[in-house]
């Protein structure tokens, strides 16, 4: 069975904080690639990295990264000095060979940033 | 500029209704998704389709239906046997066959029964 959890349900800091939200995902599939997407209020999902399940490098891109980590099932997302723009709804979601067609996605994560 | 189009984006009907859902897409995919997005939870897939003319049910298909007789069109009807429609509607799509693509989504429809 293929599962997205993000336990986070909120999260709430303060602005230039750093943040770290979690995912951690079930699959049996050896080949699978995962994804995170940011939700503003306007409701669009914003595409904000694909990640391969042969390529554990974190990724950094400004002031987001990016830590996946095989050996515990997770990929977690860290933003650096948050803004109030990053205040939004952040979901992970996986796609892999037994689900060729579906993207699964996670509960979501709130993020609030406070001025 | 090529997306995603949806409309309408707010959208009231009464219990028993039916109630059609557009999507339109321009970035000449294959494979076009309905998701329902229920506060505090999830994208929860209804139907998606893979090529024109075919679709398949996904999650939460009952008391919804789908048509796909263009590649660029994929409506969603709720119709009044869906029991709990309040929802907002996000549709997406992504090239065929590229499990490994991501999904480029509209701005969604929100749709409440009053």
């Known amino acids: 069975a293929q599962k997205v959890t993000q336990a986070q349900t909120e999260i709430s800091v303060v602005e230039k904080e750093d943040v770290t939200l979690d995912c951690v995902y079930e699959?049996?599939?050896?080949?699978?690639?995962l994804f995170w997407y940011k939700q503003p209020p306007s409701g669009e999902l914003v595409f904000l990295i694909r990640?391969?399940?042969?390529?554990?490098q974190n990724e950094i891109s400004g002031r987001y990264s990016w830590n996946f980590q095989k050996s515990t099932s997770s990929f977690n997302f860290t933003i650096t000095a948050s803004q109030v723009v990053d205040s939004a709804v952040y979901f992970c979601?996986?796609?892999?060979?037994?689900?060729?067609?579906?993207?699964?996605f996670g509960s979501g994560t709130r993020l609030s940033i406070r001025p | 500029d090529g997306g995603i189009t949806q409309s309408p984006k707010y959208l009231f009907r009464k219990e028993g209704q039916n109630v059609t859902l557009s999507c339109e897409q321009n970035?000449?995919?294959?494979?076009m998704y309905w998701y329902r997005q229920d506060p505090g939870q999830g994208l929860r897939l209804i139907y998606y389709?893979?090529?024109?003319?075919?679709?398949q049910k996904g999650d939460i298909a009952e008391g919804y239906s789908v048509s796909r007789e263009k590649k660029e069109s994929f409506p969603l009807t709720v119709t009044s046997a869906q029991k709990n429609p309040t929802a907002f509607y996000l549709c997406?799509?992504?090239?065929?066959?590229?499990?490994?693509?991501?999904?480029?989504f509209g701005e969604g429809s929100r749709l409440t029964v009053l």
């Open positions: 970035l000449n995919h294959d494979a």
């Open positions: 699959t049996r599939d050896t080949t699978y690639y």
């Open positions: 997406a799509s992504r090239d065929r066959g590229r499990y490994t693509g991501e999904l480029f």
């Open positions: 389709s893979q090529i024109v003319n075919d679709f």
């Open positions: 990640r391969n399940s042969f390529d554990e």
């Open positions: 979601a996986l796609s892999s060979d037994s689900s060729a067609s579906k993207i699964i």
